[in-house]
């Protein structure tokens, strides 16, 4: 029998083999698309509207030629250096602007190809007038919305989960986000993925060779038991991965926070309180909204979706029938619902309180009332007591102190949306909530930040099953069920099959990135 060490080696090298053959590995290579297209492209890659400074791009083989038309730059440029031209129109030599130039020579570019940079005054006219004379140059064209980002991808500047950290980062409106999409985009997603990919693979290579050489005994029985183990120890990494609740997606979408409640307990009011502005309609008239009503929010660095609802009752009206089944739906899908309680409708006595709230909570919301799992509420239910202002101070202290006493009720915060009294102490305990709902974004393993990937994943995972259920019978199916394994982990990080994603991906591009 050979020594294991050499059995590994020739296993990497029939792999090698085997991979040149199937055409489902084949994709398993990284994408090698003509790094230089022939066309260069640019763009406006700072903001639009008038601003100090505006940024203009240039990337393809035309690039020197276009500084040498623009700037005057007739001798070797030195990269990354910013110089201040003249920029001239190519063909009549009017002096449009003098700005800063910067020329970067390919590879050692953020795409990979020869590229330069044009800083110029950001008025509207000087923009208008660069842009028309770079796209009166020969060979030179306005570029598509993230086609500098999908050329970088192209020379293998970026995987494709670092360019959707990358977009993600140009989306990012609040801290948690950019924290988040920024070590995405440094590759911390995709390291992890193409470990993931690198240990798969040498468990290919191991089942091949023993599919091989093992009648021949020339390789350890022992190597397909260190596969399985290698096997089941990427299982439990890969669904503690997808075990995340969602909080990487969430944070990246926003959490859905939705306030419910009876009629003209002030959810309206509160939704005007939380965004500061009279985005929905207040009145005395219980059922005055209908429509939900929805805006986004910053709460401590995380971004929040809030929706107001109509206020649930029976109602013969049908127009508000609608707005209540709305309501409850929108309550269904919510990963947080704020049930607002008109608090001048609490029992005097404060020890009846705990019993009253548990029982309006299975009126308001049966899906999350205490016989489908208190639990279950607490997590996902937070008590807004209302209009506080209009309770004598002695009985809402009273009040408090019983439902602290409470345990099995969802956390509940006395509020006045008219006096603001009471605001920072919601606002806290709703700060925690989003926080623990989106998880740290800089602690623990980067989180799966989208809906792509765990479906990727979760197909990934059922592959490996398919590795298991044919281990004894026929290692041939076992050894596809790896490979099947490997190719849905291809697909996330673009090794496999990127071209029908890329066109989604880049569709939420701006022009000029
Ligand atoms: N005193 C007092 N009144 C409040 C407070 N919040 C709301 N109100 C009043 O309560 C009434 C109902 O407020 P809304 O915000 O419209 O209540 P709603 O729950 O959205 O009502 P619907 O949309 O009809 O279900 C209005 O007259 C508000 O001015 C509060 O904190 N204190
Ligand atoms: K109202
Ligand atoms: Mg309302």
């Not at 053959?21 to 090698?32: Q, V």
């Not at 290919?204 to 089941?232: K, M, R, T, W, Y």
């Not at 401590?300 to 409850?328: C, I, M, N, W």
């Not at 489908?372 to 102190?401: F, H, Y």
């Amino acid at each position: 029998m050979l020594p294991c060490t050499c059995g590994l080696w020739r296993s990497a090298f029939h792999t090698l083999k085997t991979f040149r053959a199937s055409p489902s590995a084949r994709g398993l290579c990284i994408p090698t698309r003509a790094v230089c297209d022939a066309e260069t492209i640019f763009a406006l890659s700072s903001g639009h509207g008038r601003c100090g400074v505006a940024v203009v791009r240039v990337s393809g083989p035309a690039s020197s030629m276009v500084l040498r038309n623009m700037a005057g730059l007739t001798q070797a440029l030195p990269p990354r250096t910013a110089l201040l031209r003249r920029i001239t129109d190519p063909q009549s030599k009017e002096l449009l602007d003098r700005g800063l130039v910067l020329w970067f020579k390919g590879p050692h570019s953020f795409t990979g190809e020869d590229s330069a940079e044009f800083h110029i005054h950001g008025g509207p006219a000087v923009i208008t007038a660069v842009l028309q004379a770079l796209g009166s140059l020969e060979g030179v064209r306005p570029a598509e919305a993230g086609e500098f980002t999908r050329r970088a991808f192209h020379a293998g500047k970026l995987g494709l989960t670092e360019v959707e950290g990358l977009g993600d980062l140009i989306h990012a409106e609040t801290e948690a986000q950019r924290r988040q999409a920024l070590r995405q985009m440094d590759g911390e997603l995709g390291r992890l993925y193409q470990d993931w990919s690198y240990r798969l693979k040498r468990c290919l290579a191991h089942v091949e060779a023993f599919i091989d050489f093992s009648e021949d005994e020339l390789i350890e029985d022992g190597v397909l038991n260190q596969v399985d183990s290698s096997v089941c120890q990427l299982e439990t990494e890969i669904e503690r991965h997808l075990k995340d609740e969602r909080r990487g997606e969430r944070l990246r979408t926003g959490v859905q926070v939705v306030i419910a409640g009876a009629t003209n307990a002030g959810k309206s009011s509160l939704l005007n309180t939380l965004c500061q502005r009279p985005a929905a309609i207040v009145s005395p008239i219980a059922g005055t909204t209908r429509d939900i009503v929805e805006t986004s929010l910053d709460i401590g660095g995380f971004p929040v979706l809030l929706s107001d609802t109509a206020g649930l009752r029976d109602s013969s009206d049908s127009v508000e029938r609608e707005g209540v089944r709305r309501a409850r739906q929108r309550v269904e899908q919510a990963d947080l619902t704020l049930v607002v309680v008109d608090s001048t409708q609490l029992p005097p006595d404060p020890q009846l309180v705990p019993a009253f709230l548990q029982e309006h909570l299975s009126t308001v919301l049966p899906s999350l009332s205490p016989e489908a799992g208190m639990k279950a509420a607490s997590d996902r239910v937070l008590l807004v007591l209302n209009k506080s202002d209009l309770v004598p101070e002695e009985q809402r202290e009273r009040t408090e102190g019983e439902l602290r006493e409470s345990p099995g009720l969802p956390p509940a915060c006395f509020l006045s949306c008219y006096t603001s009294t009471g605001l920072e102490d919601f606002l806290t305990v709703l700060q925690s909530r989003v926080k623990t709902l989106c998880g740290d974004p800089l602690s623990g393993a980067p989180s799966l930040t989208q809906a792509r990937h765990r479906a990727h994943l979760q197909q990934s995972v059922q592959a490996l099953n398919q590795y298991h259920q044919y281990r004894d019978q026929d290692l041939a199916l076992a050894a596809e069920g790896v490979r099947l394994a490997l190719t849905h982990l291809g697909r996330i990080t673009g090794r496999v099959g990127a071209e029908e994603i890329l066109d989604i991906i880049f569709r939420d591009f701006c022009i000029g990135k």
